[in-house]
T-cell receptor, first 111, second 111 residues
Framework: KQEVTQIPAALSVPEGENLVLNCSFT??????LQWFRQDPGKGLTSLLLIQSSQREQTSGRLNASLDKSSGRSTLYIAASQPGDSATYLC??????????FGGGTRLMVKP | DAGVIQSPRHEVTEMGQEVTLRCKPI?????LFWYRQTMMRGLELLIYFNNNVPIDDSGMPEDRFSAKMPNASFSTLKIQPSEPRDSAVYFC?????????FGQGTRLTVV
């Protein structure tokens, strides 16, 4: 059974710092990997999708990488802002488009 | 497209009552997922459909839970009878060839 782990569980940084969120998974036979953002009391907003044939995807200040062989993905956030404060979730996508989620990283960016 | 639409946004009910949650997926998406989110267990997949057919319901906790997808634009998740431990946020998501999109969720409180 696929298991997805996100480290750290919580992170607090001052505004302007570059930071890396980690996601690891146990079964490398995945189709894609998707990063989401969740604000308190809200739904999940898709940030980036990395297909299994890709090694990274970029959107603005966000860059996500994928290393299937080692079962790892990272989400890099450049020049963090208070508005980036949220919980970040990674999900691996397997057969049947099924998503398995990690526990999330709760990020606080302090002004 | 308005995205994945869930109703109601909030539901408070008494133990033993029947609860029905509703979801309208994004037009053209052929996968629909129901997830439950709690602080203790994070996001758990309950059931998912492909082309309106249930594919995997192994995450449905008990026989009190049932889900249907009568057509490509509508799905329901029913809990009968409801119990306090069912209190959680229930998310519906849909996907096509690429990334999954989530609704805003239904916050269910069973008292």
């Amino acid at each position: 059974k696929q298991e997805v782990t996100q480290i750290p569980a919580a992170l607090s940084v001052p505004e302007g710092e570059n930071l890396v969120l980690n996601c690891s998974f146990t079964d490398s036979a995945i189709y894609n990997l998707q990063w989401f953002r969740q604000d308190p009391g809200k739904g999940l907003t898709s940030l980036l999708l990395i297909q299994s044939s890709q090694r990274e995807q970029t959107s603005g200040r966000l860059n996500a990488s994928l290393d299937k062989s080692s079962g790892r993905s990272t989400l890099y956030i450049a020049a963090s802002q208070p508005g980036d404060s949220a919980t970040y979730l990674c999900a691996v996508i397997e057969a049947g488009n099924m998503l398995t989620f990690g526990g999330g990283t709760r990020l606080m960016v302090k002004p | 497209d308005a995205g994945v639409i869930q109703s109601p946004r909030h539901e408070v009910t008494e133990m033993g009552q029947e609860v029905t949650l509703r979801c309208k997926p994004i037009s053209g998406h052929d996968y629909l997922f129901w997830y439950r989110q709690t602080m203790m267990r994070g996001l758990e997949l309950l059931i998912y459909f492909n082309n309106n057919v249930p594919i995997d319901d192994s995450g449905m906790p008990e026989d009190r839970f049932s889900a249907k997808m009568p057509n490509a634009s509508f799905s329901t998740l029913k809990i009968q009878p409801s119990e306090p431990r069912d209190s959680a946020v229930y998310f519906c998501a849909s996907s096509g060839l690429r990334e999954a999109f989530f609704g805003q969720g239904t916050r269910l409180t069973v008292v």
